[in-house]
């Protein structure tokens, strides 16, 4: 029998944030689909003697999310070079953060998407941390010729980074963290993190051992821009160092790319250490000190995040998951489902509407697109309940004849035939003559003929 491998993989994730302008210049920070090289100064291109100033509300953005992961704010921080010599990088070297992130040690929980009892998967957050943004290497063919040109308006633009441990063994709980990773930036109103755009780009570093401890290898797959692609990089990566191992070779510390057209990973260039970066202290950026209070103000203004916003749905409206999961994704529509319901209460004839009817006009219907504003679709909502129902005792009583003039359909039903409560409930809409509450109708039926 075969040696089982383990996957032990870890996730860097890169978020361009949201703010006005760059993290250590006043040039607009709003660089997608500008004209190139229309938005740099001496600071971000990194001309001698231009010195950098920090945009403090990056900073607090980034501290935002660390306390969204639970994670332990430094009181005392600063930026450090990372030298490295690369086209995109016009001062040959990045500003970034080593060994005093403004955020370190946290973690936090996801529903874990391989368990059938909604039971919790913890992941650990080594460190987010703040850094600027490089240049974009455009690739052209001018006058016949393959040239590679730079775009420097990405370049210093305030790139917040979430390093988690290696503690990730499948696929399915690397997408599931990712995306709540995404939906946590909306909430928080710091960035878009839109993939398409490149404002949410990721990173996995993989190895594989028999136990499911780290190896002393790790190959870094680099810059992917959507799920979809990640899942399916960190496959072929996978299958490639099974290969390797199973034949008894080493496997190099490396960063690799993705070749979708050959769904196979390819080298792209041998994996520095820290050291390699000769990092230090930045000398024209001085050192970022909190206080306590300071991060307390921070944490007031954390709105409520989505997985604390499941919760309450579930125990507040009891509508199901799916509705739920389709709501809180878009921190507008759940607030817009719950103006409706505030609205709905405040209506002295309000017709029993429910919280289950309203999702379904949301999530179904798509009701919530045809009516922007709440209110316009409160009135539609009325508009529809309002009809002359049959009374509760009268459909308890047509329930009850309707059960026993179809015995036969109620013992199919009781064997596991669920199609026939459609017949059911139809034959009881024709005694009442189309007048008896759908729900009710439905509710009283089932009550009468589950075992």
């Known amino acids: 029998m075969k040696n089982k491998y383990i996957p032990v993989i870890g996730l860097e994730a890169h978020i361009e944030l949201a703010t006005k302008s760059k993290l250590f210049c006043g040039c607009s920070a709003d660089h997608f689909s500008k004209i190139p090289n229309t938005q740099v100064c001496p600071v971000c291109l990194g001309l001698p003697g231009a010195l950098p100033y920090v945009n403090y509300d990056a900073i607090i953005s980034t501290i935002k999310f660390g306390l969204a992961m639970n994670a332990k704010i430094n009181l005392f921080s600063k930026f450090d070079r990372k030298h490295y010599f690369y086209p995109d990088s016009?001062?040959?070297?990045?500003?970034?953060?080593?060994?005093?992130?403004?955020?370190?040690?946290?973690?936090?929980?996801?529903?874990n998407p391989k368990s059938e009892i909604n039971s919790k998967f913890e992941i650990k957050i080594r460190r987010v941390h703040l850094e600027e943004d490089t240049g974009k290497l455009v690739h052209q063919t001018i006058d016949g010729a393959q040239s590679s040109l730079i775009d420097f308006n990405r370049s210093s633009v305030p790139l917040m980074e979430i390093v988690t441990e290696p503690e990730f063994h499948d696929t399915q709980s690397i997408i599931s963290f990712l995306k709540e990773v995404q939906l946590i930036s909306r909430y928080l109103d710091i960035s878009n993190a839109d993939m398409e755009k490149g404002s949410m780009r990721l990173e996995a570093n993989i190895s594989l051992s028999n136990?499911?401890?780290?190896?002393?290898?790790?190959?870094?797959l680099k810059n992917i821009n959507s799920f979809r692609f990640l899942e399916k990089a960190i496959t072929a990566e996978l299958k490639r160092q099974e290969e390797l191992l199973r034949s008894g070779k080493r496997?190099?510390?490396e960063t690799r790319g993705y070749d979708e057209t050959k769904h196979t990973t390819f080298l792209q260039r041998v994996k520095e250490e820290a050291n390699d970066y000769r990092y230090f202290p930045d000398p024209d950026l001085p050192p970022v000190s909190f206080t306590e209070d300071q991060i307390s103000t921070v944490k007031d203004q954390i709105p409520e995040l989505p997985g604390d916003k499941r919760t309450r749905f579930e125990k507040d409206y009891g509508i199901s998951?799916?509705?739920?999961?389709?709501?809180?994704?878009?921190?507008?529509?759940?607030?817009?489902?719950?103006?409706?319901?505030?609205?709905?209460?405040?209506?002295?004839?309000?017709?029993?509407?429910?919280?289950?009817?309203?999702?379904?006009?949301?999530?179904?219907?798509?009701?919530?697109?045809?009516?922007?504003?709440?209110?316009?679709?409160?009135?539609?909502?009325?508009e529809i309940s309002n009809v002359q129902y049959a009374s509760d005792d009268d459909v308890e009583n047509v329930v009850k004849s309707v059960i026993i003039e179809n015995e036969k359909a109620?013992?199919?039903?009781?064997?596991?035939?669920?199609?026939?409560?459609?017949f059911l409930i139809g034959m009881v809409q024709k005694e009442l003559k189309g007048k008896g509450n759908p729900q009710l109708v439905r509710e009283k039926l089932l009550e009468r003929i589950q075992k």
């Open 90 to 111: 016009p001062k040959g070297y990045q500003i970034s953060q080593y060994d005093i992130p403004f955020c370190q040690e946290g973690k936090f929980e996801i529903l």
């Open 211 to 220: 136990d499911g401890s780290l190896p002393n290898y790790k190959v870094e």
């Open 251 to 253: 496997i190099a510390q």
């Open 321 to 382: 998951k799916d509705f739920i999961n389709i709501l809180v994704s878009d921190k507008v529509r759940s607030e817009y489902f719950e103006e409706v319901l505030r609205l709905v209460s405040l209506v002295q004839d309000n017709y029993g509407v429910s919280s289950k009817t309203v999702a379904d006009l949301m999530v179904n219907k798509k009701l919530d697109e045809k009516y922007p504003e709440p209110a316009g679709l409160v009135k539609r909502i009325l």
């Open 410 to 422: 109620v013992a199919d039903y009781q064997v596991g035939n669920g199609n026939v409560v459609g």
